[in-house]
């Protein structure tokens, strides 16, 4: 494609906004997106439009030059409802940083509207949500492709070139000597394996005395120790699948939710030999960093979402539930030169075996000296953005 909209040999005076709050896989899967960004416009500004909390996995990210934070009125002002009140205030707040171009990697209506009101003059997102009329550029969107790709395929409509995509991510000094003081208590000797068995979507998860049993395995067939680290409400969910283990494998499990910030989790899941768990944002975080990951998948697709850029094996039921636009999207695939890599379809958590899960932990999970911690601006770990199914 030739390039439509080039970047200025100059691009000093380009003011650049990438929109990408919610959540913290999708914010994660920005990072390939804002590296090709920065190469399209070396000496632009390049400002990205995150929520407090998720947007917190951008903060060392090298290719941007701030992260603004949505803001969120405690209530709207006069008649107004408060979503539209909310999109009112920070368009206003983004008019007035004189921004140039947009990137739209939020799929939302409001999203687009938002940019549209900030006066930004070039709109570049996909075509989704009757947001056309509100871009300057709208890009068709295959949902069949993994949500990084969506992403660069802004950029390449746009006439900017992409690489391979890789997947990379940085920590903090002060996050990596956090990291390593937690990682002190464990024994060096063994292979530490992080599970995350907790979604924001109850539908993601898979039943609790089962990860139990992974667990059990882990410990007494790969002599592994189990660590968890996610929000202070998943604790008790951790408690409970100790409380399953055998008794003699429990002191080989360790929770670390109560000891670690997000930043730091992030340092913590680059020093693991493995990634375990549902498909959440933990298990994104650890792709980013290189870490080997299993996820268990269930009514989202593994073709748009499997964690990019790292060795990784999915694991799903084995009854597949078709709507008719499953059924007309994998017809198209199976006619496509690049025909999907999971076949389309909602599966159940519950049809998920435990031997399922163990024999895909253990094609990954190798008797290997344990990763160090990533330097500080230098974790270019995971090159393929291809993974290795199951």
Known sequence: MGRLNPPSPDSRHERILVVRNRYIGDTLMAIPFLRNLRAGFPEATIDVLVDAGSGSV?????????????????????????????????????????????YLLKRSFSSGLLVWLAGIPHRVGGDFQGRRPLLTRAVSIDRCRHEAEHFLDLLRDDGIAVDDGHNENWASPAATRRAAEVTARLPAERPWVFIAPKA?????????????????????????????????????????????????????????????????????????????????????????????????????????????GTACEVVRGGSLRRSLGHRLQQWRSDRSPTPLRWPLGETSMNEIAVEQVTEAAARLLVSSPLPALPPPKSRQRSRSPMPIGS
């Open 58 to 102: 951008l903060a060392e990210c090298p290719y941007k030059d701030e992260l603004i934070t949505w803001h969120k009125p405690t209530r709207a002002r006069g008649m107004l409802p408060t979503s539209l009140d909310t999109i009112l205030d920070n368009a206003a707040r983004l008019r007035a940083r004189g921004y140039t171009r947009a």
């Open 200 to 308: 924001t979507n109850p539908n993601r998860e898979w039943p609790l005395d089962r990860m139990a049993a992974a667990a059990d395995w882990l410990v007494a067939e790969r002599n592994c120790e189990i660590c968890f680290c996610g929000a202070p409400r998943d604790i008790a969910a951790h408690d409970t699948i100790r409380g399953m283990m055998q008794p003699r494998h429990r002191r080989h499990v360790h929770d670390f939710s109560r000891d670690l910030r997000l930043d730091e989790t992030g340092a913590f899941l680059a020093t693991m030999h493995l990634y375990l768990g549902v498909d959440t944002g933990l298990a994104h975080l650890a792709a980013s960093f290189g870490t080997p990951v299993v996820v268990l998948f269930g009514p989202s697709d593994p073709n748009q979402w499997h964690p990019w």
